[in-house]
């Protein structure tokens, strides 16, 4: 008996967690838009990244989506305000034509320098991918710079760094209507592209990851099927279980995960068959088994989709999303 108490004993040591975890209970820290008025009427897709300055958001915006004027917008969260949206990148090609762009992702570099992924092209079955540098926190960019024939980089949810010190950029294809997800990997400095595919018998697409320690990890995905599918990795990521319903039903629109540092996990989606007037943040401590935290958004119609959310290194929680098409907006939370 003496063994057995110092055995677990020796277990709550090692592993300081809930052995059945309890529902967490959000606290908003704030909740608001990024900006109340800006030179486009449309905006949509953002993105967010810590920096030591603050949080950096980036989106596109402009007359409406697919139009030749939408550019890649920055605004950085500091000392408790938003700065003023600046251009960050744009689709002109010549001084007589433009793409629109669509669906950055920003990246943090180990050593600080930002990346800002983002696709430019007529349409998400044409377009190809693109990413510029900061070595400034987002206030000056790079020339852009085309990712290898092939591959996109992250193609709306963030990079994120393996065990092994290399990235992985959740990506997908769409493709004469068909929807495809695959994983792209490089360096940390972009180099050496691989391509690895999810298979599986779903329309996916936007995935995004989740950690469960070593090098096991998990995907989630948006599909044309009504359910969020996910997947399983057990070698980070170079090969991957087919593609299985995760029980959550879903309206088939943008979706972000997270792990948290103390392992729970996080997702924000469209939880509803239909629509995207309902978002919210499920919790879960497996991956599997979900329940719903927190409700962002519920209304009878609208629409509040597209989200980010990450952890930052005060353990707090950042949430930007679209909000009816018009504005950025912006939740922090305390778990």
Not at 25 to 37: A, D, Q, R, V
Not at 144 to 171: C, E, M
Not at 280 to 289: I, Q, T, V, W
Request: glycine share 8%; aromatic share 12%.
């Amino acid at each position: 008996m003496h063994n057995l108490i110092l055995s677990f004993l020796s277990f709550w040591i090692l592993f300081p967690f809930q052995l059945e975890w309890e529902k967490p209970k959000p606290e908003i820290l704030f909740s608001g838009f990024i900006y109340e008025s800006a030179p486009f009427p449309s905006c949509h897709a953002s993105t967010l990244v810590e920096t030591p300055e603050g949080i950096l958001a980036a989106w596109f915006g402009g007359t409406y989506e697919r139009h030749p004027d939408v550019n890649i917008f920055t605004s950085l969260r500091k000392n408790g305000s938003w700065s003023t949206p600046q251009e960050a990148a744009n689709g002109i090609e010549n001084k007589d034509f433009r793409n629109p762009t669509w669906n950055p992702v920003l990246h943090r570099k180990v050593n600080g320098e930002l990346v800002l992924f983002y696709k430019e092209g007529p349409n998400p079955r044409e377009w190809w991918g693109l990413y510029k540098t900061s070595d400034d926190g987002g206030k000056t960019w790079s020339k852009a710079i085309q990712t290898p024939p092939g591959f996109l980089g992250p193609v709306k949810n963030k990079t994120v760094v393996l065990s092994d010190g290399n990235l992985l950029h959740p990506s997908s294809f769409e493709t004469n209507g068909v929807w495809t997800t695959h994983m792209e990997f490089t360096d940390p400095e972009l180099k050496s592209w691989k391509k690895v595919e999810v298979p599986g018998p779903f329309q996916a697409i936007q995935p995004t990851i989740l950690f469960h320690g070593g090098e096991k990890l998990q995907v989630l995905t948006r599909t044309q099927e009504g359910v969020i599918a996910t997947a399983w990795s057990e070698n980070n990521g170079k090969s991957w279980s087919q593609l299985e319903s995760s029980g959550l039903v879903h309206n088939g629109s943008g979706i972000d995960a997270v792990t948290l540092k103390n392992g729970y996990h996080l997702l924000v989606c469209n939880p509803i068959p239909k629509g995207r007037n309902k978002l919210s943040l499920l919790g879960s401590s497996d991956g599997k088994n979900w329940e719903e935290l927190l409700v962002l958004e519920d209304e009878k119609e609208g629409e509040f989709s597209y989200p980010a959310i990450i952890q930052a290194q005060d353990g707090t929680v950042h949430i930007s999303y679209t909000y009816q098409r018009e504005k950025i907006k912006y939740m922090h939370l305390k778990l």
